[in-house]
């Protein structure tokens, strides 16, 4: 079955250091690639999105790469900021025989200390 | 504004007692789905339906039911809740196809005494 590989955290950065959250994929064929954020008391919204090997997603500063070759979604930030605390989640999609099977990794917590 | 709404937020119960967590979407989206958070397991999928009328299992469907009479409607179901369903649970919908994102509710936090 399709699966989700990233580490628990939490992750404690002091502001502007540069972010990597390794996830990594197990999967038949190709599927679609995500990183959702989950702030404090709030449920998940989408962060960044790849569909097809190569693509990068961005967005508030933000990267991940869709890497075929090594079945990963790394997500990378260059500077991070206090307000970019929060748990962040890697998921992956996947459309098979008319059924859509959307798989979550744990969850990595993000720490930011001023 | 496009949004997935749960009620209730917030519920204590006792074992046995059947409750209703309801979802609800404004967005048209076919797929809908249930997962439920919990500390160091992450985001596990209960059920989820591709449409109006289909529905099955995820990977943690034990002890919970759904149904789906309408496109924009998702209940979850505890016909007798035990304490090991204690949890975050969240709803979400999105369009059907590769690549679509999910959109999801602010949740609900269950405790069963």
């Known amino acids: 079955g399709n699966s989700v590989t990233q580490m628990e955290g939490p992750v404690t950065l002091s502001e502007e250091a540069f972010l990597t959250i390794n996830c990594t994929y197990t999967a038949t064929g190709y599927p679609s690639l995500f990183w959702y954020v989950q702030y404090p008391g709030e449920g998940l919204q989408l962060l960044l999105k790849?569909?097809?090997?190569?693509d990068k997603g961005s967005n508030k500063g933000f990267e991940a790469t869709y890497r075929k070759e090594t079945t990963s979604f790394h997500l990378e930030k260059g500077s991070v900021q206090v307000s970019d605390s929060a748990v962040y989640f890697c998921?992956?999609?996947?459309?098979?025989?008319?059924?859509?099977?959307?798989?979550f990794g744990i969850g990595t917590k993000l720490q930011v200390i001023p | 504004e496009a949004q997935v709404t749960q009620n209730p937020r917030y519920l204590i119960t006792v074992t046995g007692k059947k409750l209703t967590v309801t979802c609800s979407q404004n967005?048209?989206?076919?797929?809908m789905s249930w997962y439920r958070q919990d500390p160091g397991l992450g985001l596990r999928q209960i059920y989820y339906s591709m449409n109006v009328e289909v529905t099955d299992k995820g990977d943690v469907p034990e002890g919970y039911k759904v149904s789906r009479k309408e496109k924009r409607n998702f209940p979850l179901i505890l016909e007798s809740p035990s304490p090991n369903q204690t949890s975050l649970y969240f709803c979400?919908?999105?369009?059907?196809?590769?690549?679509?994102?999910?959109?999801f509710g602010p949740g609900t936090r269950l405790t069963v005494t």
């Open positions: 998921a992956l999609s996947r459309w098979s025989g008319g059924y859509q099977k959307v798989t």
């Open positions: 790849a569909t097809k090997a190569d």
């Open positions: 979400a919908s999105s369009r059907q196809g590769e690549g679509y994102e999910q959109y």
């Open positions: 967005m048209n989206h076919e797929y």
